[in-house]
Each structure stands twice: as C-alpha cells, then as structure tokens.
C-alpha cells in the first residue's frame, strides 16, 4: 500500500514529549474518519508512544517507519468521532 | 481553535485525555462559572477551574479576607488581608492562568440581585456558608433552569451534590425549607477541618468540568457526603418530591425571598 493517499501532513520534528503527542491528537480531530494523518517525527520515545497512543485513541496505525537514522514517519487513519 | 504554543503547553495533559481533547478544551475556555462565595468553597473550586482555563469566571462575595481565614482559604494571603475576597481571589487566579477572565462581583447575594447576577452564566457554584442563601441560590437556579453545584462543609465533614433543573431533584426535594436559626451551627461556632473545604471544592470543581464537558454522570439525584474521620464517602439519593414546593408539579414558591439578619456570615 505504498500508495496510500494520506490527506494530512504534520511536521512535528523538533517537538519533543509529549508536545509530540498533543500536536498528533489536535491534527487527528482536525481530519475526517477515514481519512489518514502522515506524520514526520525526531524524537524517539515519541516513535512508540504515539502510535501507542493513537491505537488507545481507538485510530489505526498504518505505518511506522525510520526514514532515516533521525526520522520516522508515523501514519495513521481517522477510525472514531473525538 | 488555534491553541498557542503556550496554551498546547499548559493544557497539554488535558488535551491528551480522549474526554477532553483540543475540542474539550475549547469548550472550558467557551465556559461561563459564577461561584457564589470566595472562601473555604469558593477558593478551592475557583484555583481549579482558573488552572483548568474556564474562560469566564466570576467571583461573588462582599467580605474581606481576615486572618482567620487563612487557615482554609487558600487563594487568600496576608497579602491581602483587609480586601475584598472576590478581588483577592481574583488576582491569585489571574496570576496562575492569564487566560482566564476573572470578574469580582463585590456584593452580598440577595433576592433583589440574584437572577441578574446568574443569568449570562452557563453553572452556578454553591460555595457560601448559610442555609438562607443556599435555598435562594436553588430557587434562582431552578428559575432560570442553571446546573447547579452546592457543597457544604462543617467540622470534619462535608457534602455535595449538582442539581439539573428539570432533571431530577433540587434542594427543596430534600428539605423544603431551611432550619430555623441556631439550630445547625455554623463554620464559626463548631470548628472546621481547613482540608475540608479543599476535599469538597475540588469535588465541586470535578463536577463543573464534567458538565462543561458532557462526560461521565453528574453527581444529580444524590448526596454525596465525606467523612474525614472515619475516611467514608457515601452516597444518599435524593427523590425528586412532586410536591416539592420549588420544582414539583404545582409549586408554590413563586417568588425569591429575602435572607434573614440573624443568620451569620463566615
């Protein structure tokens, strides 16, 4: 699914936790159910622990993935109403 | 909302909370409080709310804060001995959270005030001291359909309960009118734990967010009562009484009255 359409993107390198977190919440109110958020991160711990998150949120976690030895990109669908 | 990146920081644990989110805290800031009282009660529930972001808080008391408060009241110092409670209080909470617009309302709560006062308000706090004006808090919240949250305290125990016009009981269910003077002791004759009001007030402050909120159960058509001593919390139901003279099917309260001299102020 390489090809998967993400609707959103959000740029969170440079936060750290749980800013990580706060700023991939409010993007995910702010998108529809179905639709998908790509997120790009740099902090670490926020790699686990926001896609932990967002699952506990009750969204689906399509991705997880180092892009570089810095960065990872995250991408999650909209499954719930907040 | 756009949340500055100061906001994001100070409500950062509210906003990941899945009952809150931005949209919850949205709705805090949207908020309009008025607390009844800015002493033992209305410190506890008001330093919250102010930290929680209520957008809009008001503040009712005509006292000043004396030494004798300080033991309990905790948005009061000695910095402020000899001012108004609501603008002592007022400074302390505008000082925790810039956010928040705090209103001093240096009056003494009265029929002749009351509904003007609570009208542009979406919950009214119960934080006063005297059965007299608790039963004209309730009559004017009942008038004018406001949510309630009353709580009282004395010695070493304490109790609270929301009331939800036109859904489930209001104080009068309970008892249709006061006690007559002298008989229930107040703070000022019989002594008060000054955790207590810290204990009540937080619980106070727990059922406002919820009801701002739309989460969890309101504490309605209940009493919840503390006992410090013997560490017990329970819970006592309050039947919505038909004849009930405020909210029953013909009630016969059909105008506020007046708060008797004799009943002393704390």
Redesign the interface.
Known sequence: MNDMKVDKHLDIRGEVCPYTLVKSKLAVENIEVGQVLEIIMDYPEAASSVPKAMLNYGHSVLKVEKINPKEWIVRVRKEVED | ME?TEEQ??RY??H??L?EV???GQQKISNAKVLIVGAGGLGCPVGYYLAAAGVGTLALVDNDVVELSNLQRQIAHSVKTLGVNKADSAKQTFESLNPDVNVIAVKERINSKNILDLIKDYDIIVDGTDNFPTRYLINDACVMLKKPLVSGAILRFEGQVTTIIPGDGPCYRCLFEEPPPAGLVPSCQEAGVLGVLPGVIGALQATEVLKLILGKGKPLKGELLIYDALGVNFRKVRIPKNDDCPMCGKNPKIKELSDIPEQYCEL
């Open positions: 949340f994001l920081k950062s644990r906003i990941i899945p989110g931005g949209k």
